[in-house]
C-alpha cells in the first residue's frame, strides 16, 4: 500500500523539484511569515482606524506563488464566519480602504494585489482559517457539496469520495482554495474519449461548470450596506460571478458531483516530439490518436529534448494486471529529492548561464526516466481524485505563458502540430544565437468547454468569464486545448519570448479556425519587461476574447456591468482591476 506522509507530486512542474536545496540554488524558496499582531509596535504600515476589535487583524507577508508578487506586510484579517466578511467589507467601505480575499496565493496574477504600489490602504481577509468548512449532501438531485470559500479542492474531494461521489475534472494541485479556483476558472486535464459522455453529476469543463448556487457579499443601495446574498444557478445574475476574476467576495458555494471513477494513468518517455506531436492524420503513436482512444492526456515537452513525458488517464472500473494500486494522490514521490543531475545545471542556470540549458533540459527529462521506473509509478491505478492530483504546491517557482484554444475536437492535433512546430523553430532560432529565454518544458492537457447541459439544475447560462467558455455563435468549438510554457523567473530575454509567442498564438488560433484565450491565474498580457503590462493586450485582445461571438448580455461587458452594480464601491478590486474591468 502507497504511504500517503512520504508520497509527494511530481507534475508538469515537478521537473523542477521540491527540495528544499534546489529552492535555495535558485533563490526562491518558501519561507512562511510571520504575523505582527496589531498592536505589536514591530508594525511597519499604518495602523486601521476604528477596526473591528475582536476581529484578528495582524500584519503578514504576502508572496504568490511565483514570487513575483510579494509584500513583507499587509493587514491581514482572520473571519470567523460569513458575517465576518460583511462587517469587514462595511468597514473597509466606511474608511476608504479595499478588500481582497487571501487564500493559498497559488497564483502568477496581480488579482490580488499589485507590485510595486502601496497597500495602506488594502485589507487582506485570510478565507482558510475558518472559512472552510465541507457538507456533502449525497442524497441531493443532484449530489451536491457546500464549502466555504477557503476550503482545499483536495479536502473537498477528499469529502466527496467518502460517499462515493467525485468530479471529472479538477486542478493538479489540491491544496488550492475552492473560492479561489473559481475565481480563475481553474479546470483539470479531463477530456472525453471518443463517444464518451460525463456521468451525470460531473462536467468536462472548468470547476465553475459545477456550481448550482453560491453566497457573496454584494452592495445593498437600499439598506446603504453590504450583506450577504444568495444566488442560484437559474438566477441571470449568477453567471458572472462564477469566473469574477477577484472582483467579488464569495463566501461559500454549493457544487454537483457525480459517482466516482477508477482511473489508471500510464507514462511514457519514449516517443519522439516530432511523433508524438504529428499533423492530423498521421500514423504512430500521436497526440490525437490517445486522445480517441482515452481523452485524458497531458504532455510535458523539455527544452532541447527528443521525447516528452507522456502521461494517459484512462477509465478503468478494475485494476489491470500491469498497473499499481495507490491508496492516496502526489504519487510521484521521486521529485522530493533533487539528484544532482538537475541540481547542478538548475544553479548554472539560476545564476546567468543560460547556455547550459539544452543540459538542464536533458537532466529534467533524465530525472523523471530514471524516477518513474525506479518508484514503479509508470503505471498507477486508483480512485479518480488519487490520480488527478499529482502537484505539491512545493516545487520550484516558474513563470507560465501560453493559453488555451477554444476549437472543435478535429483540430486537436493540428493545434498542438503548429504550436510544438513554431516552438522548436524559435527556440532553435534563439539557440543559433546563443540565447536562451525559456528554461523549462512545454505543456499540453485539455478539457471540454463549459457544457450547461452537464448543469443538472435550471442554469441561466454558461460562466461569463470562464475561459472554456463556449462561442454560441460556433457550437462545433467543444475543445479547449491549455498549451503553456514554462521558465525561471529572472530568465534573460523570457518576458519578450512570451510577449512573441502570445502574440503568434492570438492571431494563428482565429477567424473560422478557434480563438485564443489567456489563463487568467497565469502570466498574460506580455511586453518585453514582463506580463500584465501591453495596454493594447489588455484593453483591446483581452475583452475580445469574450465579445467576439458571444451576446452582449453574456460576455465581457455584461460582466463588468454586474460587478460594478453587485461593488459599485469597488472595495473588492485593485488598481490592475481597475484597468482590466
Same mark, same amino acid.
Given at each position: 500500500?502507497?504511504?500517503?506522509?512520504?508520497?509527494?507530486?511530481?507534475?508538469?512542474?515537478?521537473?523542477?523539484?521540491?527540495?528544499?536545496?534546489?529552492?535555495?540554488?535558485?533563490?526562491?524558496?518558501?519561507?512562511?511569515?510571520?504575523?505582527?499582531?496589531?498592536?505589536?509596535?514591530?508594525?511597519?504600515?499604518?495602523?486601521?482606524?476604528?477596526?473591528?476589535?475582536?476581529?484578528?487583524?495582524?500584519?503578514?507577508?504576502?508572496?504568490?506563488?511565483?514570487?513575483?508578487?510579494?509584500?513583507?506586510?499587509?493587514?491581514?484579517?482572520?473571519?470567523?464566519?460569513?458575517?465576518?466578511?460583511?462587517?469587514?467589507?462595511?468597514?473597509?467601505?466606511?474608511?476608504?480602504?479595499?478588500?481582497r480575499p487571501r487564500g493559498t496565493m497559488h497564483s502568477w496574477s496581480p488579482l490580488t494585489v499589485v507590485p510595486g504600489e502601496s497597500v495602506d490602504k488594502m485589507l487582506l481577509i485570510d478565507t482558510m482559517a475558518h472559512l472552510n468548512s465541507v457538507v456533502v449532501d449525497p442524497a441531493g438531485r443532484p449530489a451536491t457539496v457546500t464549502a466555504g470559500a477557503g476550503a482545499s479542492i483536495e479536502a473537498i474531494l477528499v469529502a466527496l469520495q467518502r460517499e462515493g461521489l467525485g468530479w471529472a475534472n479538477a486542478p493538479a494541485i489540491g491544496d488550492i482554495s475552492i473560492a479561489g479556483a473559481l475565481s480563475i476558472g481553474a479546470h483539470g486535464a479531463t477530456y472525453p474519449a471518443a463517444g464518451?459522455?460525463?456521468?451525470?453529476?460531473?462536467?468536462?469543463?472548468?470547476?465553475?461548470?459545477?456550481?448550482?448556487?453560491?453566497?457573496?457579499?454584494?452592495?445593498?443601495?437600499?439598506?446603504?450596506?453590504?450583506?450577504?446574498?444568495?444566488? /442560484?444557478?437559474?438566477?441571470?445574475?449568477?453567471?458572472?460571478?462564477?469566473?469574477?476574476?477577484?472582483?467579488?467576495?464569495?463566501?461559500?458555494?454549493?457544487?454537483?458531483?457525480?459517482?466516482?471513477?477508477?482511473?489508471?494513468?500510464?507514462?511514457?518517455?519514449?516517443?519522439?516530439?516530432?511523433?508524438?506531436? *504529428?499533423?492530423?492524420? *498521421? /500514423?504512430?503513436?500521436?497526440?490525437?490518436?490517445?486522445?480517441?482512444?482515452?481523452?485524458?492526456?497531458?504532455?510535458?515537452?523539455?527544452?532541447?529534448?527528443?521525447?516528452?513525458?507522456?502521461?494517459?488517464?484512462?477509465?478503468?472500473?478494475?485494476?489491470?494486471? *500491469?498497473?499499481?494500486?495507490?491508496?492516496?494522490?502526489?504519487?510521484?514521490?521521486?521529485?522530493?529529492?533533487i539528484p544532482e543531475l538537475v541540481t547542478t545545471p538548475l544553479g548554472q542556470v539560476v545564476s546567468g548561464s543560460q547556455a547550459i540549458t539544452p543540459a538542464f533540459g536533458a537532466s529534467q527529462l533524465g530525472a523523471v526516466s530514471a524516477g518513474l521506473v525506479a518508484t514503479a509509478t509508470t503505471d498507477l491505478w486508483g480512485w479518480s481524485k488519487d490520480l488527478l492530483f499529482y502537484l505539491r504546491a512545493t516545487t520550484l517557482r516558474v513563470i507560465a505563458g501560453g493559453g488555451v484554444v477554444v476549437t472543435k475536437r478535429e483540430n486537436i492535433a493540428r493545434v498542438i502540430h503548429?504550436?510544438?512546430?513554431?516552438?522548436?523553430?524559435?527556440?532553435?532560432?534563439?539557440?543559433?544565437?546563443?540565447?536562451?529565454?525559456?528554461?523549462?518544458?512545454?505543456e499540453v492537457r485539455l478539457c471540454s468547454v463549459d457544457n450547461d447541459a452537464e448543469v443538472l439544475v435550471d442554469s441561466a447560462g454558461s460562466p461569463n468569464l470562464s475561459p472554456v467558455r463556449p462561442r454560441p455563435d460556433r457550437p462545433d468549438w467543444d475543445t479547449a486545448v491549455w498549451m503553456n510554457v514554462v521558465s525561471i523567473p529572472g530568465t534573460a530575454g523570457l518576458s519578450a519570448f512570451f510577449a512573441e509567442m502570445e502574440q503568434w498564438m492570438a492571431a494563428n488560433f482565429s477567424g473560422d479556425y478557434g480563438t485564443f484565450r489567456s489563463e487568467w491565474s497565469k502570466g498574460w498580457a506580455f511586453d518585453d519587461e514582463g506580463g500584465y503590462r501591453n495596454p493594447r493586450f489588455l484593453e483591446e485582445t483581452v475583452p475580445a476574447m469574450y465579445r467576439t461571438g458571444i451576446p452582449d448580455a453574456e460576455g465581457w461587458d455584461a460582466a463588468v456591468e454586474a460587478f460594478d452594480r453587485l461593488d459599485p464601491h469597488r472595495i473588492f478590486g485593485n488598481s490592475f482591476l481597475d484597468r482590466l474591468l
Amino acid at each position: 500500500m502507497s504511504d500517503p506522509t512520504r508520497d509527494a507530486a511530481l507534475s508538469r512542474r515537478g521537473f523542477l523539484g521540491a527540495a528544499a536545496g534546489a529552492a535555495a540554488i535558485a533563490g526562491v524558496g518558501w519561507t512562511p511569515a510571520g504575523a505582527i499582531p496589531l498592536g505589536d509596535p514591530r508594525a511597519t504600515i499604518p495602523v486601521p482606524p476604528e477596526f473591528p476589535a475582536d476581529i484578528p487583524l495582524s500584519q503578514q507577508r504576502f508572496e504568490n506563488w511565483a514570487k513575483t508578487v510579494r509584500f513583507d506586510a499587509v493587514w491581514t484579517a482572520t473571519a470567523r464566519d460569513a458575517h465576518d466578511v460583511v462587517r469587514l467589507t462595511n468597514w473597509a467601505h466606511a474608511h476608504g480602504y479595499r478588500v481582497r480575499p487571501r487564500g493559498t496565493m497559488h497564483s502568477w496574477s496581480p488579482l490580488t494585489v499589485v507590485p510595486g504600489e502601496s497597500v495602506d490602504k488594502m485589507l487582506l481577509i485570510d478565507t482558510m482559517a475558518h472559512l472552510n468548512s465541507v457538507v456533502v449532501d449525497p442524497a441531493g438531485r443532484p449530489a451536491t457539496v457546500t464549502a466555504g470559500a477557503g476550503a482545499s479542492i483536495e479536502a473537498i474531494l477528499v469529502a466527496l469520495q467518502r460517499e462515493g461521489l467525485g468530479w471529472a475534472n479538477a486542478p493538479a494541485i489540491g491544496d488550492i482554495s475552492i473560492a479561489g479556483a473559481l475565481s480563475i476558472g481553474a479546470h483539470g486535464a479531463t477530456y472525453p474519449a471518443a463517444g464518451e459522455s460525463a456521468v451525470p453529476g460531473q462536467s468536462f469543463g472548468s470547476l465553475s461548470n459545477l456550481v448550482v448556487a453560491m453566497t457573496a457579499v454584494v452592495w445593498n443601495d437600499g439598506a446603504g450596506a453590504y450583506e450577504l446574498r444568495e444566488f /442560484d444557478r437559474s438566477d441571470p445574475a449568477i453567471t458572472p460571478l462564477l469566473t469574477h476574476l477577484g472582483r467579488c467576495f464569495i463566501t461559500s458555494v454549493t457544487l454537483q458531483a457525480g459517482a466516482n471513477y477508477r482511473l489508471r494513468c500510464q507514462s511514457f518517455t519514449d516517443i519522439d516530439w516530432r511523433e508524438l506531436f *504529428a499533423a492530423p492524420g *498521421a /500514423d504512430g503513436r500521436t497526440f490525437e490518436r490517445f486522445v480517441e482512444e482515452s481523452g485524458r492526456v497531458e504532455a510535458i515537452w523539455f527544452p532541447f529534448t527528443e521525447t516528452p513525458w507522456l502521461k494517459i488517464w484512462s477509465v478503468s472500473p478494475e485494476k489491470p494486471p *500491469a498497473s499499481r494500486e495507490v491508496y492516496g494522490p502526489y504519487n510521484y514521490f521521486f521529485s522530493d529529492s533533487i539528484p544532482e543531475l538537475v541540481t547542478t545545471p538548475l544553479g548554472q542556470v539560476v545564476s546567468g548561464s543560460q547556455a547550459i540549458t539544452p543540459a538542464f533540459g536533458a537532466s529534467q527529462l533524465g530525472a523523471v526516466s530514471a524516477g518513474l521506473v525506479a518508484t514503479a509509478t509508470t503505471d498507477l491505478w486508483g480512485w479518480s481524485k488519487d490520480l488527478l492530483f499529482y502537484l505539491r504546491a512545493t516545487t520550484l517557482r516558474v513563470i507560465a505563458g501560453g493559453g488555451v484554444v477554444v476549437t472543435k475536437r478535429e483540430n486537436i492535433a493540428r493545434v498542438i502540430h503548429e504550436f510544438t512546430t513554431w516552438l522548436n523553430e524559435r527556440m532553435s532560432d534563439y539557440a543559433s544565437r546563443g540565447l536562451y529565454p525559456v528554461n523549462g518544458p512545454f505543456e499540453v492537457r485539455l478539457c471540454s468547454v463549459d457544457n450547461d447541459a452537464e448543469v443538472l439544475v435550471d442554469s441561466a447560462g454558461s460562466p461569463n468569464l470562464s475561459p472554456v467558455r463556449p462561442r454560441p455563435d460556433r457550437p462545433d468549438w467543444d475543445t479547449a486545448v491549455w498549451m503553456n510554457v514554462v521558465s525561471i523567473p529572472g530568465t534573460a530575454g523570457l518576458s519578450a519570448f512570451f510577449a512573441e509567442m502570445e502574440q503568434w498564438m492570438a492571431a494563428n488560433f482565429s477567424g473560422d479556425y478557434g480563438t485564443f484565450r489567456s489563463e487568467w491565474s497565469k502570466g498574460w498580457a506580455f511586453d518585453d519587461e514582463g506580463g500584465y503590462r501591453n495596454p493594447r493586450f489588455l484593453e483591446e485582445t483581452v475583452p475580445a476574447m469574450y465579445r467576439t461571438g458571444i451576446p452582449d448580455a453574456e460576455g465581457w461587458d455584461a460582466a463588468v456591468e454586474a460587478f460594478d452594480r453587485l461593488d459599485p464601491h469597488r472595495i473588492f478590486g485593485n488598481s490592475f482591476l481597475d484597468r482590466l474591468l
